[in-house]
């Protein structure tokens, strides 16, 4: 069996050359394409192909977890940096979690090989090898492809033939020049900003939008205060132009709130000693004195890892050293501060544990959907995933729902390091639909007034950040929506909107190719989605902070594992419509049981009023939003 493994386009033209000059046919391979983009464009060619379904399996997802968790246990252990200030769990907790992302994709590409491998031991092996090796950033980019280096050590080490579809067998990496920097001039600037706030009462947030409703509220009930952006990527033309801007707007009356960007740099150079220090302890951790620390089904990956931590991680990593110093100098300007942030990794992982450093008050406010764990694989997902979120150094933790204090209270128990102070807010920053009509939302989104309109919407995660169990491949989401839309086409009176999760790379087109033809779901990716929830009568999803979302309006939610894998909240299986258990969360781990539990959903849906919808498990009873306002008044 000639097996050809590719991951783009590119590659498969290659192939297309290759099975030219070699004068072999297409059927004498067994294509397996690795993206859903390759995936679309073969189907449209009519092109016969594998995805990697038949060679990623449950099993498979539960592997990767227990193996990546060694690596962070010795991260843990033998990651020992402490910078100037005092700082220490925000580098390990930040070098761990890239390490994860880039173990995640090296280990899913081994386990595919061997599962190919088991099925056929005698097997041919074909993949395009890519020389130039890793590239500048944290994260996997496009231009990362280690499918073909490690297929051809696995072919190597199990005595299988191997050749390589790359015609330009010695390409080189490519490498970005370095941005010069007007420091001085950035310098001044930021503490002319800072000289002229020193005096006010002053919240630091994260650039972005997702805390601008929580920021809102509070300005109305104390004008005084003004919020600061932590930035730092930002040009400076751009970041002057912005706070100028900004504060014509205020002074106009166009926005109610004072909101300034401040770049978190070049106050301090950090000591070269310290610099030293903390490149110790990474090379510490990636050239271990145990020979076997770095191998998966026995392949050894160190090389990979080394390079991409050398080339990807360590400018990253020394950047936070000056940040941390940065930083302290930003918060010492000010007499009245607190930092509020929805994440806790990078820049805003250093201001989280510099605001205990220093006493300052800081308060986490979480987007994400945080449920108990499940089993002992989502639990080591968890803790690692939310180091960087609800189980942060920040002072203070907001709650705003009892699903997410029931995970902050699991893990307070187990682990003595959790330590956040609680503040029962409600949702602060989560979709509030009871002031949208229901009516003009259908009309935006081009459906009929009297249409069952069901959401699908899911999180997924691209090769860059690949997360497992409790997240769907990208293949399994759409075998699982190919499943919701043939339901779907025997419903009568009923819509389905597929909403895209944001930074999804497939254009609509790529991905109606990979779904069953149908009339009777829209693809949605643009706009609020305030609107999409406010359309809705029934909430699909494997897993994903709309769920949230969903139950906090009193929207019924079906959680669908065709996987049968994974339960985003621990509920019984959908049986029958008589149970008691599932509404307003059903959860179906078949895909026979589907249609079934759809229409007992939408029956059940019909037949309650909104208001009697119970999501009590789910959502607090009580108004804590006033507990908010108090933390935001003590604290400045």
């Not at 993206?35 to 594998?50: A, D």
């Not at 128990?413 to 979709?431: D, Q």
């Not at 819509?495 to 779904?515: A, W």
């Amino acid at each position: 069996m000639k097996v050809v493994i590719i991951e783009f386009i590119d590659e498969f033209e290659a192939f297309l050359r290759f099975i030219q000059q070699e004068n072999y046919k297409l059927n004498d391979f067994v294509i397996i394409a690795l993206e859903p983009r390759l995936q679309s464009y073969l189907k449209n060619k009519g092109i016969n192909f594998s995805n990697t379904l038949p060679y990623f399996n449950n099993e498979s997802h539960k592997k990767i977890i227990v193996e990546t968790e060694k690596i962070m246990q010795f991260i843990h252990s033998n990651f020992k940096f402490i910078d100037n200030n005092g700082l220490k769990d925000c580098y390990e907790i930040e070098f761990a979690h890239y390490i994860r992302i880039f173990l995640n994709h090296i280990f899913k590409m081994l386990e595919i090989l061997e599962n190919i491998y088991r099925e056929n031991n005698n097997c041919e092996i074909f993949a395009h090898v890519d020389n130039r090796g890793a590239y500048g950033g944290c994260m996997i980019t496009n231009s990362e492809r280690y499918i073909g280096v490690l297929a051809e050590v696995f072919a190597k080490k199990n005595n299988l033939k191997f050749t390589n579809l790359n015609e330009n067998r010695l390409s080189a990496g490519i490498k970005k020049p370095a941005r010069k920097k007007n420091r001085i001039i950035e310098r001044l600037v930021v503490k002319f900003i800072a000289f002229f706030l020193h005096k006010k009462k002053v919240i630091f947030v994260p650039i972005g939008e997702n805390l601008f409703k929580s920021i809102a509220g509070i300005a109305k009930r104390d004008s005084k205060i003004v919020f600061i952006g932590i930035d730092y990527s930002n040009e400076l033309l751009k970041l002057i132009a912005f706070n100028i801007l900004s504060f014509l707007k205020t002074t106009l009356g166009i926005i109610r709130f004072r909101y300034y960007l401040l770049k978190a740099h070049n106050f301090y150079e950090p000591a070269k000693e310290e610099l030293l220090s903390l490149m110790g302890a990474i090379d510490a951790v990636i050239y271990p004195q145990e020979e076997h620390m770095f191998e998966y089904n026995g392949i050894n990956y160190g090389k990979y890892l080394s390079e991409k931590v050398n080339i990807g991680f360590r400018t990253h990593m020394l950047q936070m050293v000056s940040q941390s110093h940065n930083l302290k100098y930003l918060f010492g300007r000010f007499n009245k501060r607190i930092i509020i942030s929805f994440y806790a990794l990078g820049i805003m992982g250093i201001a989280g544990e510099l605001s205990r450093r220093m006493g300052i008050k800081s308060l986490f406010v979480s987007h994400g959907a945080h449920p108990v764990p499940v089993d002992q694989y989502h639990e080591m997902e968890l803790i690692n995933l939310c180091r960087g979120f609800m189980l942060s150094d920040y002072t203070h933790v907001a709650l705003s729902t009892p699903v997410q204090e029931e995970h902050l209270h699991y893990f307070k128990k187990k682990y003595l390091w959790v330590n956040n102070t609680e503040v029962r807010t409600g949702p602060l920053i989560f979709a509030d639909i009871s002031r949208t009509d229901r009516s003009s939302a259908k009309r935006r989104l081009g459906l009929e007034p009297d249409e069952i309109v069901l959401t699908h919407a899911t999180t997924t995660k691209a090769r860059h950040g690949e997360r497992y169990y409790f997240l769907e491949t990208f293949d399994e989401l759409f075998y699982s929506l190919s499943d919701i839309i043939e339901s779907v086409e025997k419903l009568e009176g009923v819509r389905l909107i597929v909403r895209i999760h944001p930074g999804f790379y497939l254009s609509d087109e790529e991905i109606r190719t990979l779904l069953p033809p149908s009339d009777k779901y829209i693809i949605n990716r643009t706009g609020p989605f305030i609107d999409v929830l406010a359309a809705t009568d029934i909430l699909i999803s494997y897993s994903s902070t709309t769920i949230d979302e969903a139950l906090l309006n009193k929207i019924p939610v079906l959680l669908y594992d065709r996987w049968n894998r994974y339960s985003h909240f621990k509920t019984a299986s959908y049986d029958n419509p008589k149970s008691p258990d599932i509404f307003p969360v059903c959860y179906v781990d078949k895909r026979e049981k589907l249609y079934a539990a759809l229409d007992c959903m939408i029956e059940k849906t019909r037949e309650t009023q909104k208001d009697d919808i119970d999501v009590s498990k789910y959502c607090y009873n009580e108004d804590y939003s006033e507990n908010f306002y108090k933390f935001i008044e003590e604290s400045v």
